[in-house]
């Protein structure tokens, strides 16, 4: 099974598989629908076998949510490198969207499965993630309640949008250029 995503130094090659297994298997099950005797079928190993990598099922989200994002965390790093806000907002929102549109089903089991969401949600690194994110994008410096509702609703088109039926017969570079044309105007940044 190829990766999904790219290495990463914090799991071993084993439990690589049985990250991009799960990730896999949660887009297409959701979590709640997914076993770890589903996820041991798919890397082809024993349960316990699983169970000797991840103790719960949620360390299995949260390293899959880790892995997935980890893309994003590099985007992240590289825009802030940026020298004006402007520059930042730009890159930073052109990986967003390319990274989404790459992975689209990924992508909706992320932001729709209540599962992922509950332990994203409490999950400090990501929640610091996505607000240092989302302050880049939108040029701020704060992340008071305004904010933070404009953040999450920016968040949600866009996870969205690249999975609606009206869209999903579409090519990726249609969808890539056509959202990033939406998200530059609702970032208030040049076409």
Do not use: C
């Not at 799991?11 to 799960?22: K, L, V």
């Not at 590289?78 to 992508?107: F, K």
């Not at 040029?139 to 999450?152: L, Q, V």
């Amino acid at each position: 099974m190829p990766a999904i995503a790219p290495p990463d130094p914090r799991y071993s090659e084993t439990q690589r598989r049985t990250i991009d297994a799960a990730m896999d298997l949660f887009a297409e099950h959701g979590v709640s629908g997914t076993s770890f005797q589903m996820i041991a079928d798919a890397v082809g190993v024993t349960k316990a076998a699983i169970y000797h990598q991840f103790k719960t099922k949620d360390a299995i989200v949260l390293a899959v949510a880790e892995v997935g994002l980890s893309p994003l965390e590099d985007a992240l790093a590289e825009a802030e490198q940026q020298p004006t806000p402007e520059a930042q907002r730009e890159l930073l929102l052109t990986r967003v969207v390319e990274l989404a549109v790459a992975r689209r089903r990924w992508v909706n089991a992320l932001q729709g499965d209540p599962v992922m969401i509950r332990l994203l949600g409490s999950h400090d690194p990501f929640v610091d993630l996505m607000a240092r994110v989302y302050m880049v994008l939108m040029g701020i410096a704060d992340d008071g309640p305004t904010e933070r509702m404009r953040i999450a609703i920016i968040s949600a088109a866009i996870g969205a949008a690249i999975v609606h039926p009206l869209v999903v017969d579409m090519d990726d570079d249609t969808v890539r250029t056509e959202l990033l044309a939406v998200t530059r105007r609702l970032f208030d940044l040049p076409d």
